[in-house]
């Protein structure tokens, strides 16, 4: 899992004095809104690295065209309890094999990370009142799951069995 470090962020976003920029430049490591990309994917170049945040409520089926040509995805947790960026990070690995990276932002806690994991998520920027140290101990508190996920497609019995 890659934490996410603001400062240090290569992926920055477009603003303007009112919010996001409507026609963003075009350059590498740009991390635009849903609305930002709708505006420039027409002409924006094969092959730069771009990165797209979106809503959790967001139905991932209208990106599906556009994600080989991206290589970030963020995906946006409002509220610790709102668990639809789940659902979404699990779409986009395992049914449409999105390779680039899933980043998960907003209320991001330290209990979240095994479940961000095995759902799809390579990357989070945790709340800022949450520990670096305690979310990498998270990460090893369980060295196998029963079920299968995204990481382990077969079920630990499934693996005993064979």
């Known amino acids: ?49 771009t990165a797209v945040e979106l809503s959790n409520d967001f139905d991932i089926e209208g990106l599906v065209a556009d994600l ?13 309890v709102d668990g639809r960026a789940y659902s979404q ?11 680039g990276e899933i980043r998960a932002t907003g209320e991001v806690l330290v209990d979240m990370l095994p479940l961000l994991q095995r759902c799809g998520f390579d990357a989070v920027q945790l709340r ?3 520990s670096l140290d305690a979310a990498r101990r998270a990460l090893s508190f369980f060295p ?19």
Not at 15 to 35: A, C, F, I, K, W
Not at 68 to 80: D, G, H, N, T
Not at 148 to 162: C, E, M, N, R, S
């Open 89 to 99: 990070a699990r779409l986009l690995r395992a049914r449409y094999r999105f390779a």
């Open 1 to 49: 899992m890659n934490f996410i470090d603001t400062h240090q962020d290569p992926w920055q976003r477009v603003q303007g004095e009112d919010g996001p920029s409507p026609h963003p430049p075009t350059t590498s490591h740009r991390l635009l809104t849903l609305e930002q990309w709708h505006a420039v994917r027409e002409h924006w170049p094969d092959g730069l690295a």
């Open 128 to 130: 800022a009142d949450q």
């Open 68 to 80: 080989p040509r991206l290589s970030v995805i963020v995906l946006q947790f409002p509220k610790w």
């Open 144 to 162: 196998a799951h029963y079920q299968g996920d995204v990481l382990q497609h077969q079920p630990v019995f499934a693996k005993v069995a064979a």
